[in-house]
């Protein structure tokens, strides 16, 4: 022994597949395909081709899709990306950042909708993004109106025990981790506030 710490075990890397990249495939067949090629997890973006969160029978058809993750051992984050998922007109729209607090709160919904589908499929973790500033809105504005409507996704996420992890993305106001820091600042450092980090934009 030469009196040095013991240095932490590491958790090994799971890998996971996104199914916003599998979206011509049934999503049984696309859970079935990933679990053949040996991935980890999926990236379950919630969408119209998938599963769908603003289609009638959300609870029981999470519950099948719960149920499909566990027979294929497939861990899942719950992925909030979807382009056109709330207007089919404009790609990611609305956002959290919108002038009109009634577009603000279409997001909010889908994210807390989000945060329960999580917690039903057993999810470790929900993703999200703050979108891009709209033209003419000053930089104190859009920060203010992000930490409001991620008010009650945070508490939401907290209750339901599921991290929500953050994605700072190019063009989007936040779109570096020094902005991660000021939104967890600004919003009273939460603990269930978390951060993803995409490599592509590193």
């Known amino acids: 022994m030469n009196g040095l710490p013991t240095a932490p075990a590491r958790a090994p890397l799971r890998y996971g597949y996104g199914t ?37 029978g959300l609870a029981a058809r999470t519950a ?20 056109y998922v709330l207007d089919p007109r404009r790609k990611h729209g609305p956002s959290l950042l919108d002038p009109d607090p009634d577009d603000r709160a279409v997001r909010v919904r889908l994210l807390v909708t989000a ?18 500033a709209p033209p003419g809105t000053d930089p104190d504005t859009a920060w ?17 025990g599921v991290p929500l992890a953050i994605e700072p993305e190019p063009g989007h106001l936040l779109a570096t981790l020094d902005d991660f820091h000021r ?3 600004a919003t009273g450092d939460p603990a269930p506030l978390g951060l993803t980090l995409d490599i592509g934009h590193c």
């Open 20 to 56: 916003n990249g599998l979206t011509d495939l049934r999503l049984d067949d696309a859970l079935a395909l990933l679990a053949d090629l040996g991935y980890d997890g999926v990236g379950l973006t919630l969408d119209h081709m998938h599963l769908d969160p603003l289609a009638p």
């Open 64 to 83: 099948r899709v719960a149920r499909r993750l566990g027979a294929l051992d497939l861990a899942v984050t719950v992925e909030t990306g979807a382009r």
């Open 115 to 132: 945060v329960r589908v999580a917690a039903d499929l057993g999810a470790h973790a929900v993703h999200c993004f703050s979108g891009a």
């Open 144 to 160: 203010k109106r992000l930490a409001e409507a991620l008010g009650p996704v945070v508490e939401a996420a907290g209750a339901a």
């Open 183 to 185: 939104l967890r600042a």
